[in-house]
């Protein structure tokens, strides 16, 4: 089942948590990759929805973090998905250059193997 929400609709669907923030997963739009998890206030969803760029709350710093700002690594929207319970967002973005601050193309480059 899935269904497609207005800007205004997808925004009320998420329920943000005590400090007005919910888990984002940024996915490649191209590979399916996970690249990233970051989080967003309701400030910086409505950003990114309305420019394409995404953009989180940094929780380190307590400030809103354009992805790629200072880098050039940003982050397009491709799509934005909202879980059923509206606790989580998947966002799928064009990824220029890596995502990780490491230089790691993606934060989940450490794993452990049984």
Same mark, same amino acid.
């Given at each position: 089942?899935?269904? &497609?929400? &207005?800007?205004? $609709?997808?925004? %009320? /669907? ?5 400090? #007005?923030?919910?888990?984002?997963? $940024?996915?490649? $739009? ?9 989080? =967003?206030? @309701?400030? &910086?969803?409505? +950003? &990114? ?9 940094? +929780?380190? @710093? *307590?400030?809103?973090? @354009?992805?790629? /700002?200072?880098?050039?690594?940003? *982050?397009?929207? !491709?799509? /934005?998905?909202?879980?059923?319970? #509206?606790?989580?967002?998947? =966002?799928? !973005?064009?990824?220029?250059?890596? %995502?990780?601050?490491? #230089? /790691?193309?993606?934060?989940?480059? +450490? @794993?452990? *193997?049984?």
């Amino acid at each position: 089942m899935t269904g &497609t929400l &207005t800007r205004d $609709a997808f925004v %009320a /669907a998420v329920t943000f948590d005590a400090n #007005g923030l919910v888990p984002v997963v $940024a996915q490649s $739009a191209a590979t399916g990759e996970v690249l990233m998890l970051a989080w =967003m206030n @309701r400030d &910086t969803l409505e +950003r &990114t929805l309305s420019t394409g760029e995404v953009t989180y709350w940094s +929780r380190s @710093r *307590q400030e809103v973090w @354009r992805k790629g /700002a200072t880098s050039g690594h940003v *982050q397009h929207l !491709v799509e /934005a998905w909202v879980d059923c319970d #509206g606790d989580t967002l998947l =966002m799928k !973005v064009d990824q220029t250059g890596p %995502a990780c601050h490491t #230089g /790691a193309p993606s934060c989940f480059f +450490r @794993r452990y *193997q049984k």
